[in-house]
């Protein structure tokens, strides 16, 4: 059973930066695609950015492009994202998770795994 602690939130201002980490825990890390989610008060939950399991395949949601960047370390069971120029609309809670990817496709998560215990995003403009 794969495991997911998130890290790295924090308030920041607008325009500011913050990395997130993804440590995941089973031998399944290196071979799966993996994701980041987030979800603010009053929305779902939704994919941000995915990367293939040998890092080559990278997916990025509109809002994010250009300003949001997927990384992985095999060797560290650990998945990045680096958020850069964020904005009030980027609070949110972020959770890292196993996915599905398919080609420029939006990545889906992989039902069986559990969600982690995310990590809280505040821009204040």
């Known amino acids: 059973q794969v495991q997911l602690v998130e890290s790295g939130g924090g308030l920041v201002q607008a325009g500011d930066s913050l990395r997130l980490s993804c440590a995941a825990s089973?031998?399944?890390?290196?071979?799966?695609?993996m994701g980041w989610f987030r979800q603010s008060p009053g929305k779902e939950r939704d994919v941000v950015a995915g990367?293939?399991?040998?890092?080559?395949?990278?997916y990025y949601a509109d809002s994010v492009k250009g300003r949001f960047t997927i990384s992985r370390d095999s060797a560290k069971n650990t998945v990045y994202l680096q958020m850069n120029s964020l904005k009030p609309e980027d609070t949110a809670v972020y959770y890292c998770?196993?996915?599905?990817?398919?080609?420029?496709?939006?990545?889906?998560?992989?039902?069986?795994?559990?969600w982690g215990q995310g990590t809280q995003v505040t821009v204040s403009s």
């Open positions: 998770a196993p996915v599905y990817m398919d080609g420029d496709k939006r990545p889906s998560r992989v039902p069986y795994v559990d």
């Open positions: 990367i293939s399991w040998n890092g080559r395949t990278t």
């Open positions: 089973g031998r399944s890390f290196a071979s799966s695609a």
